[in-house]
C-alpha cells in the first residue's frame, strides 16, 4: 500500500510513492459538512493553510459530502480498520485532524468514500448497519465498488441518488448484518483494475447482484 513506512502522512498517503490521493476537509464548524475529494497531484505544503481541498461543490474532484454527524458516527470504525493495516504494514498511524485537511492515500480514499456514498443519505439509524457490511467485504471489493460507482456517479451532487450510488446504499445499508457478504459479495473483484485484480476471479457482477435481497 501507497504510503507503507515512516514517511506516510495522513492515512497511509506517501507523495514519494504515488501522487493520487485524497483528502477529508474538515472545517472549524460543527455545524458545517465534512467534504472527501480525489486528487492526482501533490506538492508539499500546498494545504497546509486551507480548511477546504475544493472550494466549489460542483468541482469534478469532489466525491462526497457527509453531514458532520454522520461523519462522527463512522470515525471510529474506519479509524480502526486503516490503523490496524497501517499497523500490519510497519506503517505510521493516522488521525483526523479537528480542523483541516487529512491526506489518505488512494486504497483508504476509495474504501472511506464508498462508505460515504453508502450513508450520506440514508437514514442514520442504518449508519451502522452500513458500517458492519462494509467491514465484512475485504478492501479489494471495496475498491472494485468504488470504481464502478466513481465511473458513472462519481461527483458529489451530480451523482447523488443515483444508478450504483443508490445500489451501494441499498447493499450496505438496507440489508441485515451479513446478508451483503452472502448476496452482492459473488464476483465483485472481477472487474478491478491492473493493480487491485485478484487472480482467478472471472464472474462480473451486476447491478442487480448489488440490490438483491
Known amino acids: 500500500m501507497s504510503g507503507a513506512g515512516s514517511k506516510g502522512v495522513g492515512f497511509g498517503f506517501n507523495p514519494d510513492e504515488s501522487q493520487h490521493y485524497f483528502l477529508v476537509s474538515i472545517s472549524t464548524s460543527n455545524a458545517v459538512e465534512v467534504w472527501i475529494s480525489e486528487h492526482m497531484s501533490w506538492s508539499r505544503g500546498m494545504w497546509d493553510t486551507k480548511i477546504r481541498a475544493v472550494t466549489k461543490e460542483t468541482d469534478e474532484r469532489l466525491r462526497v459530502i457527509l453531514s458532520r454527524d454522520r461523519w462522527e458516527r463512522i470515525v471510529p470504525a474506519v479509524t480502526a480498520e486503516f490503523n490496524a493495516r497501517l499497523k500490519a504494514q510497519g506503517g505510521r498511524r493516522g488521525r483526523w485532524r479537528e480542523k483541516g485537511i487529512t491526506p489518505l492515500s488512494r486504497l483508504f480514499g476509495k474504501e472511506l468514500v464508498l462508505l460515504a456514498w ?25 475498491w472494485w465498488l468504488y470504481t464502478m460507482t466513481n ?63
Request: proline share 5%; charged share 30%.
Open 118 to 142: 453508502a450513508i450520506e443519505d440514508a437514514d442514520p439509524g442504518r449508519v451502522q448497519t452500513a458500517v458492519a457490511n462494509w467491514m465484512g467485504l475485504t478492501p479489494e471489493e471495496r
Open 151 to 213: 465511473a458513472a456517479t462519481g461527483q458529489a451532487l451530480s451523482g447523488r441518488n443515483r444508478g450504483w450510488r443508490v445500489a451501494v446504499r441499498y447493499a450496505l445499508c438496507e440489508n441485515p448484518v451479513g446478508v451483503v457478504n452472502a448476496e452482492a459479495r459473488v464476483g465483485l473483484i472481477a472487474g478491478l483494475d491492473g493493480k487491485e485484480r485478484v487472480p482467478g476471479d472471472k464472474k462480473q457482477v451486476t447491478f442487480d447482484d448489488l440490490v438483491r435481497e
